[in-house]
């Protein structure tokens, strides 16, 4: 505003008083008008730049035009200056008035938004802290989500002090509840690892229930038991991996592996040497005497076979047995007789049951059972044999009329099936679906007893062959499928190699290469189905290939454990240590370093990141616990500070210089150190409103004194003994021409209109002031002061000239300063 004044009166002269004592004509009209128009123009220029808080307050109160005043104020955003504006504005424009005060209530509304969300921050970071220590694991990950989703909103608002603290609150959070999600994943795989091994040992005892109970006249298929040997090998080997096996049954496990092991064997070997026992034992059907050579090798055959005890023998192998002159196992000889009577109990045993299904005309039943009981009576001594070979052949006729009478009844049966069979061969079915149709139809032809029309057989079995035929080719596809997950395995097996051959532990990638461990095995299990024959020996070279590279990845894993239990060692060391910064500190070195460390086994590592965890834990347990006191103390404060707060609030209400002075020193009482910030900031608003507030009762009563000597000096009364004793000295050197020229000084510092008749002489008196102000040093007077020393100069030194309407115009002008 100085550059403005300064340019307005640049190029105006100060009129002298013609000696005649008379004025002269000023053109007051013509010179008016053009000043209103520059003023408006540099006001316009000031805005238009970048004016300061305080040009701008100027311009609110004193612009040229309203859209000047509007603009002004409306860019103000200063608190206090706004609040100096409104002040200023009560009363002379209403338009900047109810600017400035939307935007005071624009600005508490913004300070209470901003209180709400620093409140909502520090209850964010104790909810964090609380999450990361509390028990209750129901829902988590949603309730951390929602934390997280929460800060996002508030995170730009918060303290770089704030934000560490809430992020390793979170920090804590994710790594419990990755340890939770782990916890949880090991303890599913072991129970799935337990079933796996339940249901192997089950189907294990099944299965060797089930060939104890195999007829002896055909021997079992070796392909499947070599395939399910190796199946539930596999299977044991799975669900055995990284978990504790109770030795009772890994015990039953060996146990019944390696009777089906001996059994699968055995099979093997019998049917390898089928064609010789069956060319050795051809003279004995014959019914030609063996030969010495023929019985000797029979013996050195029944030996090679070693055929397991407790197990039924084939036919094969029971004829090598009889040529060799052999008891089936050295426990059923005659010299056993325990063995031998238990024998005749179970084959008494096995004739009743034959009896009662050949009674109920059960075919198939009956069928097995004579075979059982034929089996039985060849284990049994001549002495002991004798007495049952009667009721055997007569048992064999029974069953003979017995399938001759189901052939007449089942014929019908069997034809129905050869027509279902036909029909099923004329239609287009899925591959598997129809395969599965022809098994149940099979099936249904066996449950019947088979047929003794071998030209019924003949139709059943084209007409089972020709409903096959579209299958093949999607066989034939899947044999091809089992062809290629081989040659994967064999790619695996060789890429494994390669990387072993290559491979320079000293330098390695650890986790790469237990990477490499784990999508091996993955590929493996992948690579399925497989022939179980041609993958014997891929299988033993993968295992071998495991081996090799487990090795290395276990003794780096051994290492690691080493490396994070000397960290857990560390990190309980710093329990206790002080000062407690310097222990988070090296915490959080300790945590990066952990981070830092290679592979390691998963249950050892999360018994030692329990332990660290737990360690690190009770390291910033100490921190919450030293600012919980922190904010204890911080409450404690807010509230004495409240108190004092609303009794100052109550003093202030009293509207009293004295009772302004109390409240203003209640408040310096308050240590502002100690409280939190909200508080501080209520504290530090209330002391300025305070201040203000005893500035203008103080103003108030210095003005109410001052008019009272301005009017007693005015009627002539004496105001000696009532002046201050610094007025003289203020009195001094005021330089007033007169009254009248007093009177508008004190106008003009008061910001008072003159009348119009002293409206050229108030212009001059600017222009001089303003004169003198550019050739002064700088230091500009206080406006309050000079008034004072113009109502002193009227008091000591006018009073003899002054006339009433001077008194009540200067009396006037005072009553309207204002606290500066």
Same mark, same amino acid.
């Given at each position: 505003?100085?550059?403005?004044?300064?340019?307005?009166?640049?190029?105006?002269?100060?009129?002298?008083?013609?000696?005649?004592?008379?004025?002269?004509?000023?053109?007051?009209?013509?010179?008016?008008?053009?000043?209103?128009?520059?003023?408006?123009?540099?006001?316009?220029?000031?805005?238009?730049?970048?004016?300061?808080?305080?040009?701008?307050?100027?311009? %609110?109160?004193?612009? !040229?035009?309203?859209?000047? &005043?509007?603009?002004? *104020? @409306?860019?103000? #955003?200063?608190?206090?200056?706004? =609040?100096?504006?409104?002040?200023?504005?009560?009363?002379?424009?209403?338009?900047?008035?109810?600017?400035?005060?939307?935007?005071?209530?624009?600005?508490?509304?913004?300070?209470?938004?901003?209180?709400?969300?620093?409140?909502?921050?520090?209850?964010?970071?104790?909810?964090?802290?609380?999450?990361?220590?509390?028990?209750?694991?129901?829902?988590?990950?949603?309730?951390?989500?929602?934390?997280?989703?929460?800060?996002?909103?508030?995170?730009?608002?918060?303290?770089?002090?704030?934000?560490? %603290?809430?992020?390793? !609150?979170?920090?804590?959070? &994710?790594?419990?509840? *990755? @340890?939770?999600? #782990?916890?949880?994943?090991?303890? =599913?795989?072991?129970?799935?690892?337990?079933?796996?091994?339940?249901?192997?040992?089950?189907?294990?005892?099944?299965?060797?229930?089930?060939?104890?109970?195999?007829?002896?006249?055909?021997?079992?298929?070796?392909?499947?038991?070599?395939?399910?040997?190796?199946?539930?090998?596999?299977?044991?080997?799975?669900?055995?991996?990284?978990?504790?096996?109770?030795?009772?049954?890994?015990?039953?496990?060996?146990?019944?592996?390696?009777?089906?092991?001996?059994?699968?064997?055995?099979?093997?070997? %019998?049917?390898?040497?089928?064609?010789?026992?069956?060319?050795?034992?051809?003279?004995?059907?014959?019914?030609?005497?063996?030969?010495?050579?023929?019985?000797?090798?029979?013996?050195?055959?029944?030996?090679?076979?070693?055929?397991?005890?407790?197990?039924?023998?084939?036919?094969?192998?029971?004829?090598?047995?009889?040529?060799?002159?052999?008891?089936?196992?050295?426990?059923?000889?005659?010299?056993?007789?325990?063995?031998?009577?238990?024998?005749?109990?179970?084959?008494?045993?096995?004739?009743?049951?034959?009896?009662?299904?050949?009674?109920?005309?059960?075919?198939?039943?009956?069928?097995?059972?004579?075979?059982?009981?034929?089996?039985?009576?060849?284990?049994?001594?001549?002495?002991?044999?004798?007495?049952?070979?009667?009721?055997?052949?007569?048992?064999?006729?029974?069953?003979?009329?017995?399938?001759?009478?189901?052939?007449?009844?089942?014929?019908?049966?069997?034809?129905?099936?050869?027509?279902?069979?036909?029909?099923?061969?004329?239609?287009?079915?899925?591959?598997?679906?129809?395969?599965?149709?022809?098994?149940?139809?099979?099936?249904?032809?066996?449950?019947?007893?088979?047929?003794?029309?071998?030209?019924?057989?003949?139709?059943?079995?084209?007409?089972?062959?020709?409903?096959?035929?579209?299958?093949?080719?999607?066989?034939?596809?899947?044999?091809?499928?089992?062809?290629?997950?081989?040659?994967?395995?064999?790619?695996?097996?060789?890429?494994?190699?390669?990387?072993?051959?290559?491979?320079?532990?000293?330098?390695?990638?650890?986790?790469?290469?237990?990477?490499?461990?784990?999508?091996?095995?993955?590929?493996?299990?992948?690579?399925?189905?497989?022939?179980?024959?041609?993958?014997?020996?891929?299988?033993?070279?993968?295992?071998?290939?495991?081996?090799?590279?487990?090795?290395?990845?276990?003794?780096?894993?051994?290492?690691?454990?080493?490396?994070?239990?000397?960290?857990?060692?560390?990190?309980?060391?710093?329990?206790?240590?002080?000062?407690?910064?310097?222990?988070?500190?090296?915490?959080?070195?300790?945590?990066?370093?952990?981070?830092?460390?290679?592979?390691?086994?998963?249950?050892?590592?999360?018994?030692?990141?329990?332990?660290?965890?737990?360690?690190?834990?009770?390291?910033?347990?100490?921190?919450?616990?030293?600012?919980?006191?922190?904010?204890?103390?911080?409450?404690?404060?807010?509230?004495?500070?409240?108190?004092?707060?609303?009794?100052?609030?109550?003093?202030?209400?009293?509207?009293?210089?004295?009772?302004?002075?109390?409240?203003?020193?209640?408040?310096?009482?308050?240590?502002?150190?100690?409280?939190?910030?909200?508080?501080?900031?209520?504290?530090?608003?209330?002391?300025?409103?305070?201040?203000?507030?005893?500035?203008?009762?103080?103003?108030?009563?210095?003005?109410?004194?001052?008019?009272?000597?301005?009017?007693?000096?005015?009627?002539?009364?004496?105001?000696?003994?009532?002046?201050?004793?610094?007025?003289?000295?203020?009195?001094?050197?005021?330089?007033?021409?007169?009254?009248?020229?007093?009177?508008?000084?004190?106008?003009?510092?008061?910001?008072?209109?003159?009348?119009?008749?002293?409206?050229?002489?108030?212009?001059?008196?600017?222009?001089?002031?303003?004169?003198?102000?550019?050739?002064?040093?700088?230091?500009?007077?206080?406006?309050?002061?000079?008034?004072?020393?113009?109502?002193?100069?009227?008091?000591?030194?006018?009073?003899?000239?002054?006339?009433?309407?001077?008194?009540?115009?200067?009396?006037?002008?005072?009553?309207?300063?204002?606290?500066?």
């Amino acid at each position: 505003m100085a550059a403005f004044i300064q340019k307005l009166f640049r190029s105006r002269k100060t009129p002298e008083t013609p000696s005649t004592g008379k004025r002269a004509p000023a053109p007051v009209a013509d010179e008016q008008e053009p000043s209103r128009s520059d003023q408006r123009e540099e006001q316009l220029r000031i805005l238009d730049g970048s004016p300061s808080q305080a040009d701008l307050a100027e311009l %609110a109160i004193n612009g !040229a035009t309203a859209d000047i &005043r509007q603009s002004a *104020a @409306a860019r103000l #955003s200063d608190p206090d200056t706004l =609040q100096d504006v409104q002040k200023r504005a009560k009363g002379k424009d209403k338009g900047v008035y109810q600017t400035v005060k939307l935007a005071l209530q624009a600005h508490r509304e913004k300070q209470a938004r901003l209180g709400n969300i620093h409140q909502s921050i520090a209850t964010l970071i104790s909810h964090a802290s609380e999450q990361a220590k509390s028990e209750d694991t129901k829902l988590y990950k949603a309730r951390l989500d929602a934390l997280i989703n929460q800060w996002a909103e508030v995170e730009k608002h918060a303290t770089p002090e704030q934000t560490q %603290a809430f992020l390793e !609150a979170i920090h804590r959070c &994710r790594e419990r509840l *990755a @340890a939770m999600q #782990s916890a949880a994943e090991d303890e =599913q795989r072991q129970r799935d690892q337990a079933t796996q091994r339940a249901e192997t040992l089950s189907l294990l005892a099944d299965t060797l229930d089930e060939l104890k109970r195999h007829t002896p006249d055909t021997l079992p298929s070796l392909a499947s038991l070599d395939a399910l040997q190796k199946t539930q090998e596999n299977r044991w080997l799975e669900a055995t991996r990284d978990t504790s096996v109770e030795k009772q049954e890994q015990k039953s496990y060996e146990t019944s592996m390696l009777t089906l092991r001996n059994y699968v064997n055995a099979v093997r070997r %019998a049917t390898q040497a089928r064609e010789e026992i069956s060319h050795i034992t051809a003279t004995q059907a014959n019914g030609e005497s063996a030969s010495d050579e023929q019985r000797a090798r029979a013996s050195i055959l029944l030996k090679e076979i070693n055929w397991p005890d407790g197990y039924p023998e084939p036919e094969p192998v029971a004829s090598l047995r009889q040529l060799s002159g052999k008891r089936a196992s050295t426990s059923t000889t005659s010299d056993n007789p325990e063995r031998q009577k238990a024998l005749v109990e179970r084959l008494e045993r096995t004739i009743a049951q034959l009896e009662t299904a050949l009674e109920a005309k059960q075919l198939k039943e009956s069928k097995q059972l004579f075979k059982a009981a034929q089996q039985q009576l060849r284990e049994l001594d001549g002495r002991r044999s004798k007495p049952f070979q009667p009721r055997m052949q007569l048992l064999n006729g029974q069953l003979r009329e017995l399938s001759d009478w189901q052939g007449f009844a089942t014929e019908p049966k069997q034809i129905a099936l050869c027509e279902q069979m036909e029909y099923l061969a004329e239609q287009p079915m899925d591959p598997e679906a129809k395969a599965e149709r022809i098994k149940e139809l099979q099936n249904e032809w066996r449950e019947l007893g088979g047929s003794s029309d071998r030209t019924l057989w003949s139709r059943f079995k084209a007409a089972s062959d020709r409903a096959f035929e579209p299958c093949k080719a999607y066989f034939s596809a899947k044999s091809g499928l089992k062809q290629a997950n081989l040659e994967k395995r064999t790619a695996i097996c060789d890429q494994l190699e390669a990387f072993l051959d290559n491979a320079d532990w000293s330098s390695v990638d650890w986790k790469a290469a237990e990477r490499i461990h784990q999508t091996a095995r993955q590929e493996w299990k992948e690579a399925w189905p497989v022939e179980f024959r041609d993958n014997r020996q891929v299988q033993k070279r993968f295992d071998e290939l495991l081996k090799r590279l487990e090795a290395p990845l276990d003794q780096e894993r051994l290492n690691n454990e080493q490396l994070k239990q000397d960290i857990v060692q560390r990190a309980e060391a710093l329990v206790q240590h002080e000062p407690l910064q310097d222990a988070m500190n090296q915490a959080k070195a300790l945590q990066s370093e952990w981070k830092s460390i290679g592979i390691t086994r998963h249950r050892e590592d999360r018994k030692l990141w329990q332990a660290f965890r737990k360690a690190c834990d009770q390291i910033f347990a100490r921190r919450d616990a030293e600012r919980s006191e922190q904010q204890e103390a911080a409450r404690a404060a807010d509230e004495a500070a409240q108190a004092r707060l609303q009794e100052a609030a109550g003093l202030a209400v009293a509207n009293d210089e004295a009772s302004a002075s109390k409240a203003l020193s209640t408040l310096r009482v308050i240590d502002t150190s100690t409280v939190s910030r909200t508080v501080r900031e209520q504290v530090q608003q209330e002391q300025q409103r305070v201040k203000a507030l005893l500035s203008t009762l103080r103003l108030q009563n210095q003005v109410v004194s001052w008019q009272k000597l301005i009017t007693a000096a005015a009627n002539g009364e004496p105001v000696n003994e009532q002046i201050p004793d610094h007025w003289p000295s203020l009195a001094q050197g005021i330089g007033v021409e007169s009254p009248a020229e007093l009177v508008i000084r004190a106008e003009i510092l008061c910001g008072v209109p003159s009348p119009e008749s002293d409206q050229q002489r108030r212009m001059e008196i600017q222009v001089k002031r303003l004169a003198d102000g550019m050739g002064a040093s700088g230091n500009e007077a206080d406006p309050l002061q000079e008034v004072e020393s113009l109502v002193a100069s009227w008091c000591l030194g006018q009073s003899d000239s002054a006339d009433s309407d001077l008194a009540a115009r200067l009396s006037s002008a005072v009553a309207s300063l204002k606290p500066s």
